[in-house]
């Protein structure tokens, strides 16, 4: 999940939390492993990559996002969890299978919605601003039971 809103403009935060999804997307394509990619933002929410083999050449599509207005993450969350059940009714439960959330963003957002219970793990990559901190990652990862990540 990649938060393309406003803020996330500032500060060249944008540009890094696309670098670093592309390079999430590129080892995961290495691996092997399905990926999906959300966006939300202004343009509200959007599936950027529906859940599928990854592929490195989709980091050319993350690359080429812009970012502006709002953040719904709420909004955003629900789309994650349906995914996330979609695929492990795919998965019909197999062994070793596990999805994963990665959750990129800099928590500049009034709402504060539940994690997604279908994830089995969870990671929040912070890009939150050292010169205005306000700790929503922080503290989401806290009562998320989430790993924190910060760039």
Not at 22 to 28: F, G, K, S, T, V
Not at 38 to 55: K, Q
Not at 99 to 121: K, N
Request: some cysteine; glycine content about 14%; overall charge positive.
């Amino acid at each position: 999940m990649l938060d393309t809103s406003a803020s996330m403009r500032r500060g060249g935060r944008l540009a890094r939390a696309k670098g670093y999804a592309a390079r999430l997307i590129e080892q995961a394509a290495q691996a092997g492993d399905r990926v999906a990619l959300i966006s939300f933002g202004g343009a509200g929410v959007e599936l950027l990559l529906p859940p599928s083999p990854a592929r490195a050449a989709a980091g050319v599509r993350v690359r080429q996002l812009g970012g502006g207005g709002g953040t719904p993450l709420a909004a955003s969350l629900r789309e994650a969890q349906r995914l996330l059940q979609r695929e492990q009714r795919r998965d019909g439960g197999r062994a070793g299978s596990h999805c994963w959330l990665w959750l990129l963003t800099d928590g500049r957002t009034l709402e504060q919605p539940a994690a997604p219970p279908a994830a089995g793990t969870l990671v929040i990559v912070d890009l939150e601003s050292a010169a205005r901190p306000l700790g929503r990652c922080a503290a989401w990862a806290r009562q998320w039971g989430a790993e924190l990540r910060s760039l």
